[in-house]
């Protein structure tokens, strides 16, 4: 029903910054709330951030407050997540996904249950 497709990723350095894409082809993003994830080996997939459908209001988790920032450019119907001063420990699989419109709460969460279309991942490798 809802296909998202990641791009972006790739390996960087410490301190550098890249900026992951998340689109829906054929279906209009805007109006779900978005999540990004990441998953490393052996670990549970954790949220990092979200985005609101209708007043665009985002969250982060702590560990990622200020060098992290979702958003939204309707023309090209996508939502980014440009990740600035990477760290070794950003180092994962990141997934965005949208959680349907019709649970949809008044301000996103970043509980991977909560979400209900996933994106197919992208790595981001941090090395120095």
């Known amino acids: 029903q809802l296909q998202l497709v990641q791009s972006g990723g790739g390996t960087v350095r410490p301190g550098e910054s890249l900026t992951l894409s998340c689109t829906a082809p054929?279906?209009?993003?805007?109006?779900?709330?978005i999540g990004w994830f990441r998953q490393t080996p052996g670990k549970q997939r954790e949220g990092v951030a979200c985005?609101?459908?209708?007043?665009?209001?985002?969250y982060y988790v702590d560990s990622v407050k200020g060098r992290f920032a979702i958003s939204r450019d309707s023309a090209k119907n996508a939502v980014y997540l440009q990740i600035d001063n990477l760290k070794p420990e950003d180092a994962a699989v990141y997934y965005c996904?949208?959680?349907?419109?019709?649970?949809?709460?008044?301000?996103?969460?970043?509980?991977?249950?909560?979400?209900?279309?996933w994106g197919q991942g992208t790595q981001v490798t941090v090395s120095s």
């Open positions: 996904a949208a959680r349907s419109t019709y649970t949809a709460r008044t301000m996103c969460v970043v509980t991977p249950d909560e979400y209900n279309y």
């Open positions: 054929g279906v209009v993003l805007g109006y779900y709330p």
């Open positions: 985005i609101n459908g209708e007043d665009e209001r985002t």
